[in-house]
T-cell receptor, first 115, second 114 residues
Framework: EAGVAQSPRYKIIEKRQSVAFWCNPISGHATLYWYQQILGQGPKLLIQFQNNGVVDDSQLPKDRFSAERLKGVDSTLKIQPAKLEDSAVYLC?????????????FGPGTRLTVT | KQEVTQIPAALSVPEGENLVLNCSFTDSAIYNLQWFRQDPGKGLTSLLLIQSSQREQTSGRLNASLDKSSGRSTLYIAASQPGDSATYLCAVIQNTGANSKLTFGKGITLSVRP
Protein backbone atom coordinates (compact mmCIF):
# COMPACT_ATOMS: atom_id res chain seq x y z
CA GLU A 1 0.00 0.00 0.00
CA ALA A 2 1.45 3.36 -1.02
CA GLY A 3 1.99 5.86 1.76
CA VAL A 4 1.21 9.55 1.98
CA ALA A 5 2.94 11.45 -0.82
CA GLN A 6 4.08 15.05 -0.62
CA SER A 7 5.79 17.41 -3.02
CA PRO A 8 8.03 19.21 -3.30
CA ARG A 9 10.39 17.79 -0.70
CA TYR A 10 12.33 21.03 -0.38
CA LYS A 11 11.56 24.65 -1.22
CA ILE A 12 13.54 27.85 -0.74
CA ILE A 13 11.78 31.18 -1.31
CA GLU A 14 12.27 34.80 -0.38
CA LYS A 15 10.00 36.51 2.10
CA ARG A 16 6.82 37.96 0.60
CA GLN A 17 6.80 35.32 -2.14
CA SER A 18 4.09 32.67 -2.37
CA VAL A 19 4.47 28.88 -2.19
CA ALA A 20 2.23 25.84 -2.49
CA PHE A 21 2.58 22.32 -1.17
CA TRP A 22 0.78 19.24 -2.42
CA CYS A 23 -0.35 16.12 -0.57
CA ASN A 24 -1.80 12.85 -1.83
CA PRO A 25 -3.15 10.76 1.06
CA ILE A 26 -3.35 7.00 1.34
CA SER A 27 -6.06 5.68 -0.95
CA GLY A 28 -9.43 5.57 0.76
CA HIS A 29 -8.47 7.80 3.67
CA ALA A 30 -11.23 10.30 4.28
CA THR A 31 -9.39 12.46 6.79
CA LEU A 32 -6.40 14.63 5.90
CA TYR A 33 -4.27 16.79 8.18
CA TRP A 34 -1.64 19.48 7.61
CA TYR A 35 0.91 20.06 10.38
CA GLN A 36 3.63 22.68 10.75
CA GLN A 37 6.84 21.67 12.52
CA ILE A 38 9.25 24.46 13.37
CA LEU A 39 12.82 23.38 14.08
CA GLY A 40 13.14 22.03 17.60
CA GLN A 41 9.38 21.80 18.13
CA GLY A 42 6.77 19.10 17.81
CA PRO A 43 4.30 19.24 14.92
CA LYS A 44 1.34 21.58 15.32
CA LEU A 45 -1.96 20.97 13.54
CA LEU A 46 -2.83 23.65 11.00
CA ILE A 47 -5.96 22.22 9.40
CA GLN A 48 -8.01 19.02 9.28
CA PHE A 49 -10.25 17.94 6.41
CA GLN A 50 -12.98 15.32 6.44
CA ASN A 51 -13.49 14.44 2.77
CA ASN A 52 -13.59 17.92 1.16
CA GLY A 53 -14.87 19.78 4.22
CA VAL A 54 -12.84 21.61 6.86
CA VAL A 55 -13.21 20.14 10.37
CA ASP A 56 -10.68 22.23 12.27
CA ASP A 57 -8.69 25.23 11.08
CA SER A 58 -8.45 27.02 14.41
CA GLN A 59 -4.64 27.26 14.29
CA LEU A 60 -4.33 28.20 10.62
CA PRO A 61 -3.07 31.80 10.13
CA LYS A 62 -5.84 32.63 7.71
CA ASP A 63 -4.41 35.99 6.69
CA ARG A 64 -1.63 34.22 4.80
CA PHE A 65 -2.32 30.48 4.78
CA SER A 66 -5.02 28.70 2.79
CA ALA A 67 -5.75 25.06 2.08
CA GLU A 68 -8.16 23.14 -0.06
CA ARG A 69 -9.18 19.58 -0.78
CA LEU A 70 -11.59 20.09 -3.64
CA LYS A 71 -12.37 16.50 -4.65
CA GLY A 72 -11.84 14.95 -1.24
CA VAL A 73 -8.55 13.33 -2.23
CA ASP A 74 -5.46 15.50 -2.90
CA SER A 75 -4.88 18.65 -0.92
CA THR A 76 -2.92 21.86 -1.45
CA LEU A 77 -1.59 24.17 1.26
CA LYS A 78 -0.62 27.68 0.18
CA ILE A 79 1.27 30.49 1.89
CA GLN A 80 0.99 34.01 0.50
CA PRO A 81 2.94 36.09 1.36
CA ALA A 82 5.56 34.08 3.21
CA LYS A 83 7.35 35.36 6.30
CA LEU A 84 10.67 34.31 7.78
CA GLU A 85 8.87 32.58 10.66
CA ASP A 86 7.12 30.25 8.19
CA SER A 87 10.39 28.34 7.76
CA ALA A 88 9.45 24.83 8.90
CA VAL A 89 8.70 21.30 7.80
CA TYR A 90 5.11 20.95 6.59
CA LEU A 91 3.76 17.47 7.23
CA CYS A 92 0.67 15.93 5.70
CA UNK A 93 -1.05 13.01 7.39
CA UNK A 94 -4.10 10.94 6.59
CA UNK A 95 -6.37 8.47 8.37
CA UNK A 96 -9.36 6.34 7.40
CA UNK A 97 -11.60 8.49 9.60
CA UNK A 98 -11.49 11.35 12.09
CA UNK A 99 -11.94 9.47 15.36
CA UNK A 100 -9.41 8.27 17.91
CA UNK A 101 -9.71 4.67 16.73
CA UNK A 102 -7.96 5.62 13.50
CA UNK A 103 -4.19 6.02 13.39
CA UNK A 104 -2.71 8.92 11.45
CA UNK A 105 -0.09 8.12 8.83
CA PHE A 106 2.47 10.80 8.01
CA GLY A 107 4.11 11.75 4.74
CA PRO A 108 7.81 12.62 4.27
CA GLY A 109 7.19 16.36 4.68
CA THR A 110 8.16 19.46 2.76
CA ARG A 111 11.01 21.53 4.19
CA LEU A 112 10.41 25.24 3.55
CA THR A 113 13.15 27.81 3.98
CA VAL A 114 12.16 31.48 3.76
CA THR A 115 15.09 33.86 3.29
CA LYS B 1 -4.69 22.33 27.87
CA GLN B 2 -2.58 19.22 27.30
CA GLU B 3 1.17 19.69 27.52
CA VAL B 4 3.69 17.03 26.59
CA THR B 5 7.24 17.27 27.89
CA GLN B 6 10.31 15.34 26.81
CA ILE B 7 13.50 15.82 28.79
CA PRO B 8 16.38 16.00 28.02
CA ALA B 9 16.24 17.63 24.60
CA ALA B 10 19.35 15.76 23.48
CA LEU B 11 21.17 12.61 24.53
CA SER B 12 24.47 11.07 23.43
CA VAL B 13 25.36 7.49 24.32
CA PRO B 14 27.98 4.93 23.23
CA GLU B 15 26.95 2.08 21.00
CA GLY B 16 25.55 -0.95 22.81
CA GLU B 17 24.09 0.96 25.73
CA ASN B 18 20.50 0.37 26.86
CA LEU B 19 18.63 3.62 27.24
CA VAL B 20 15.32 5.08 28.33
CA LEU B 21 13.59 8.08 26.81
CA ASN B 22 10.98 9.79 28.94
CA CYS B 23 7.72 11.51 28.08
CA SER B 24 5.30 13.19 30.49
CA PHE B 25 1.86 14.68 29.92
CA THR B 26 -0.38 16.87 32.05
CA ASP B 27 -3.87 15.54 31.24
CA SER B 28 -4.32 11.82 31.90
CA ALA B 29 -7.55 11.68 29.87
CA ILE B 30 -5.82 10.25 26.81
CA TYR B 31 -6.98 7.61 24.37
CA ASN B 32 -3.60 6.44 23.04
CA LEU B 33 0.04 7.38 23.20
CA GLN B 34 2.35 7.03 20.23
CA TRP B 35 6.12 7.15 19.81
CA PHE B 36 7.59 8.38 16.52
CA ARG B 37 11.05 8.52 15.03
CA GLN B 38 12.11 11.42 12.84
CA ASP B 39 15.34 11.56 10.85
CA PRO B 40 16.72 15.03 10.05
CA GLY B 41 14.45 16.95 7.68
CA LYS B 42 12.19 13.95 7.19
CA GLY B 43 8.68 12.88 8.11
CA LEU B 44 7.49 10.86 11.09
CA THR B 45 7.79 7.10 11.32
CA SER B 46 5.50 5.46 13.84
CA LEU B 47 7.39 3.16 16.21
CA LEU B 48 4.84 2.07 18.78
CA LEU B 49 1.25 2.93 19.64
CA ILE B 50 -0.02 2.13 23.13
CA GLN B 51 -3.73 2.11 23.74
CA SER B 52 -4.88 3.58 27.06
CA SER B 53 -5.99 0.15 28.24
CA GLN B 54 -2.50 -1.26 27.69
CA ARG B 55 0.58 -0.90 29.85
CA GLU B 56 3.22 -1.55 27.21
CA GLN B 57 4.05 -2.45 23.62
CA THR B 58 7.13 -4.11 22.19
CA SER B 59 8.69 -4.16 18.75
CA GLY B 60 12.11 -5.68 18.32
CA ARG B 61 14.60 -3.79 20.49
CA LEU B 62 11.98 -1.19 21.44
CA ASN B 63 9.64 -1.33 24.40
CA ALA B 64 7.23 1.46 25.31
CA SER B 65 5.35 1.65 28.59
CA LEU B 66 2.45 3.84 29.66
CA ASP B 67 1.31 4.91 33.13
CA LYS B 68 -1.75 7.08 32.62
CA SER B 69 -2.30 7.82 36.29
CA SER B 70 1.12 9.39 36.67
CA GLY B 71 1.12 10.94 33.20
CA ARG B 72 4.27 9.19 32.03
CA SER B 73 5.54 7.03 29.22
CA THR B 74 8.98 5.61 28.56
CA LEU B 75 10.61 4.28 25.41
CA TYR B 76 13.27 1.70 26.15
CA ILE B 77 15.88 1.00 23.46
CA ALA B 78 17.99 -2.09 24.00
CA ALA B 79 21.53 -2.44 22.71
CA SER B 80 21.58 0.91 20.93
CA GLN B 81 23.16 1.19 17.47
CA PRO B 82 24.44 4.18 15.45
CA GLY B 83 21.43 3.68 13.15
CA ASP B 84 19.18 4.56 16.09
CA SER B 85 20.44 8.14 15.93
CA ALA B 86 17.37 10.30 15.28
CA THR B 87 14.81 12.45 17.07
CA TYR B 88 12.19 10.58 19.05
CA LEU B 89 8.83 12.24 19.61
CA CYS B 90 5.95 11.15 21.75
CA ALA B 91 2.38 12.21 21.08
CA VAL B 92 -0.74 11.79 23.16
CA ILE B 93 -4.00 11.18 21.37
CA GLN B 94 -7.19 12.56 22.84
CA ASN B 95 -10.82 12.22 21.94
CA THR B 96 -12.39 15.56 20.99
CA GLY B 97 -15.92 14.39 20.26
CA ALA B 98 -16.02 13.10 16.71
CA ASN B 99 -12.34 13.85 16.16
CA SER B 100 -8.96 13.01 17.58
CA LYS B 101 -6.23 15.43 18.56
CA LEU B 102 -2.51 14.69 18.67
CA THR B 103 -0.35 16.74 21.01
CA PHE B 104 3.36 16.27 20.48
CA GLY B 105 6.37 16.78 22.68
CA LYS B 106 9.39 18.61 21.31
CA GLY B 107 11.33 15.41 20.92
CA ILE B 108 14.61 13.98 22.18
CA THR B 109 17.52 14.00 19.74
CA LEU B 110 19.51 10.82 20.25
CA SER B 111 23.06 10.34 19.06
CA VAL B 112 24.61 6.87 19.34
CA ARG B 113 28.40 7.00 19.07
CA PRO B 114 30.19 4.08 17.36
Amino acid sequence: EAGVAQSPRYKIIEKRQSVAFWCNPISGHATLYWYQQILGQGPKLLIQFQNNGVVDDSQLPKDRFSAERLKGVDSTLKIQPAKLEDSAVYLCASSPGPGVVYEQYFGPGTRLTVT
Amino acid sequence: KQEVTQIPAALSVPEGENLVLNCSFTDSAIYNLQWFRQDPGKGLTSLLLIQSSQREQTSGRLNASLDKSSGRSTLYIAASQPGDSATYLCAVIQNTGANSKLTFGKGITLSVRP
